[in-house]
């Protein structure tokens, strides 16, 4: 039995080509800030498949989806097929968070700080330790 491909499925492709031209300024002020590993040296793609759905940006190695919500989400439809959405991709294992694109705008430090204290890195688990070693009195 072959395991079924999610990521990057070859039918989305041309979609995800456009996507990623046509970034909104949102997603491309995030993106500036995210791409080539500058934020805690964590590879992020942009506009990446997942199933059948496009996530605007995607961390593999922390299984970390980011969705930036304009005015479009704020409808219930729109609200509706973005819990759906969630729904699907939290059962395949991923931790979607989510911002609005003013958030972005206007409080991009503490957008950065959230997905930052997203990351579930054993390098961060490490450092805590050493920390508290040097922390110990010595005997």
């Known amino acids: 039995m072959s395991k079924q491909k999610i990521h990057t499925k070859k039918e989305l492709q ?3 080509k456009q996507l ?3 970034l909104t300024p949102a997603e491309a ?3 500036k800030q995210v791409k080539s590993r500058q934020l805690n040296n964590k590879r992020f793609t942009k506009q990446h498949s997942i199933g059948h759905y496009i996530v605007d940006f995607y961390c593999a190695s922390e299984k970390l989806i980011i969705e930036l919500d304009g005015q479009g989400h704020f ?3 729109a609200q509706e097929y973005d819990k ?3 729904v ?3 059962s395949l294992g991923y931790k979607v968070i989510r911002f609005e694109n003013k958030m972005v705008f206007d409080h991009l430090p503490s ?4 997905i930052k204290e997203s990351f579930n890195s054993e390098e961060e688990e490490e450092e805590e330790e050493e920390e508290e070693e040097e922390a110990k009195p010595s005997v």
């Open 75 to 77: 409808n219930p439809e």
């Open 84 to 86: 759906k959405r969630t």
């Open 88 to 90: 699907y991709l939290e």
């Open 111 to 114: 957008v950065l700080q959230e």
């Open 20 to 22: 990623r031209k046509t």
């Open 14 to 16: 041309v979609y995800r």
């Open 29 to 31: 002020f995030l993106w």
